[in-house]
Each structure stands twice: as structure tokens, then as C-alpha cells.
Nanobody, 118 residues
Framework: QVQLVESGGGLVQPGESLRLSCAAS????????MGWYRQAPGKQRELVAS??????NYADSVKGRFTISRDNVKKTVYLQMNALKPEDTAVYYC?????????????WGQGTQVTVSS
């Protein structure tokens, strides 16, 4: 059974940094796209950043502040978040397109809360 487990969320002040991690486990033959989404209260879930075979994609609102990276050996994706703003407050979810036993599908983590407040 494939699982994605996130860590690294918390409460920070505006301008500070956080690093989120998301590790995949289980029977995994290959991981294609890995990404981070976020959902603020009363808003739809939105893409923050994604990475596929070395290519990266960012939401306009985080370009220049956030960096996505991955370690294929550790099956882990990271999101380095710098210069955080109150509007970055949300639950952050990782997802991954994974080929596992008998199927290929997108999996989601459980979410980690990021709160930016003074």
C-alpha cells in the first residue's frame, strides 16, 4: 500500500522560512510528477509547485520565494518556502503520480498546516 507522509508545517512570522517534506513509501515501481498543493479556509485547493523529470512549475504567487526539489532515492519531495506571507497560510498537501502494483494513480498526503502570522 502506497502512502505519502508530510512533515515540516508550523507557525511562523511573516518573512520567515519553512521547509516541507513528503516521503512516499510502499511498493513503488516509479514516481512521475510530484507536487505540492494548498487549501486555505473557504478557498479551493490550488497548485503551488510541481516537478517532473527535472522540470518545475510554480504558481505565480510563489515564484521567487518557494523552491520545489526531490530526492528520487529517498522518494521524497521538498518545498522550501522563504519570505512567507500571511496569505500563504493554508493546509499544504503533497501528491505524487505513482506506478505501483497493478496500477498507476495519483496519491495524496494527509496535509500539514502552515500558518504565517505575527
Amino acid at each position: 500500500q502506497v502512502q505519502l507522509v508530510e512533515s515540516g508545517g508550523g507557525l511562523v512570522q511573516p518573512g520567515e522560512s519553512l521547509r516541507l517534506s513528503c516521503a512516499a513509501s510502499g511498493t513503488i515501481f516509479n514516481i512521475y510528477t510530484m507536487g505540492w498543493y494548498r487549501q486555505a479556509p473557504g478557498k479551493q485547493r490550488e497548485l503551488v509547485a510541481s516537478t517532473t523529470s527535472g522540470d518545475t512549475n510554480y504558481a505565480d504567487s510563489v515564484k521567487g520565494r518557494f523552491t520545489i526539489s526531490r530526492d528520487n532515492v529517498k522518494k521524497t519531495v521538498y518545498l522550501q518556502m522563504n519570505a512567507l506571507k500571511p496569505e500563504d497560510t493554508a493546509v499544504y498537501y503533497c501528491n505524487a503520480d505513482i506506478w505501483t502494483l497493478g496500477s498507476r494513480r495519483v496519491y495524496w498526503g494527509q496535509g500539514t498546516q502552515v500558518t504565517v502570522s505575527s
